[in-house]
């Protein structure tokens, strides 16, 4: 070591780069889909009637999108992580989404099965309150079965004549679907609260992008050369009567122009 210190501040300076390159490498900015697991389900808090939703968008290369969105499928119908109802399925030639219905303990292993080896783009989580319409839902319940409760008070009377127990009867059966309605209802609610919806949409990366377009193309040159060509034809035959009456004006003017010239001579 020179007295002056320089070989030390090379070697401190050598290792505080290769330190701040480590870092960069694992910088949070990276955004592939090693990142989801913090992509989990949600669920209310006690007494909280909150109905979630994730929206997410998922980049992968062209060629494993519909893979991909096949194993995602069959995962929510062996019911892979959980119970799992398939709500909707969109697919194209270059993009695919699936809606699906899972349990929150589900959400984040089928996210990251579904983006595997891909990228986390967009991503929405929202909430909606249903606790109005559950108690509102409650309170007509509670008024139905009170009603049917007096129309039962009513059907054991023995005083009762024969006309008035068959539209006791029919009053009975109104109420007792109505009550079958709510329940589902009701069914409905508690599936919502107790799952999350999870909509996922499979897009291609930039390069696949990119590849499909030029090949798309290439596959479309001769069909578009055909196109412009008829296209051009078309509006062609559209000036050709215009081109052959303008020629013989064209010739008269000319006569003309040249006779004018003779004269003034």
């Known amino acids: 070591m020179q007295p002056d210190g320089k070989p030390a501040s090379r070697h401190s300076l050598v290792l505080l780069l290769l330190a701040s390159l480590s870092l960069a490498a694992c910088s949070p900015s990276d955004r592939s889909l090693s990142s989801a697991s913090a992509i989990r389900g949600e669920q209310g808090q006690a007494g909280a009637m909150l109905a979630y ?18 194993e995602t ?22 993009r695919a989404d699936i809606t699906l219905r899972i349990a929150p303990t589900g959400v984040e292993p089928l996210v990251a099965m579904a983006g595997e080896g891909g990228e986390l783009g967009q991503r929405v989580t929202s ?24 129309l039962d008070d009513l059907a054991k009377r023995r005083d009762i004549s ?8 029919k ?26 919806r ?3 949409s499979f897009t291609p990366s930039d390069s696949s992008q990119r590849a499909s377009n030029l090949r798309e ?13 008829a296209q051009a034809v078309e509006k062609a ?15 008269l003017w000319v006569w003309l122009w040249r006779k004018f010239v003779r004269r003034r001579a």
Not at 75 to 89: H, K, P, Q, V, W
Request: net charge negative; proline share 3%; aromatic share 4%.
């Open 171 to 196: 009053e009975q059966a109104g109420i007792e679907n109505d009550l079958q309605a709510l329940a589902q209802v009701a069914a409905g609610h508690q599936r919502r609260l107790d799952t999350n």
């Open 237 to 251: 035959s559209y000036t050709l009567p215009f081109l052959i009456l303008a020629f013989p004006t064209l010739l």
């Open 73 to 94: 499928r069959q995962a929510c119908e062996t019911a892979r992580f959980g119970a799992c109802n398939i709500l909707r399925i969109e697919q194209s030639a270059e």
């Open 127 to 150: 909430a909606e309150d249903l606790a109005d319409a559950v108690a509102d839902m409650q309170r007509q319940q509670e008024r139905l079965r009170a009603q049917q409760a007096r």
């Open 198 to 200: 999870v909509t996922l």
């Open 162 to 169: 024969v006309s008035d127990l068959i539209a006791l009867s």
């Open 217 to 229: 193309a290439f596959a479309n040159l001769l069909d578009n050369l055909a196109d412009g060509t």
């Open 53 to 70: 939703e994730h929206e997410l968008t998922l980049t992968l290369p062209l060629a494993q999108i519909a893979p991909r969105l096949a």
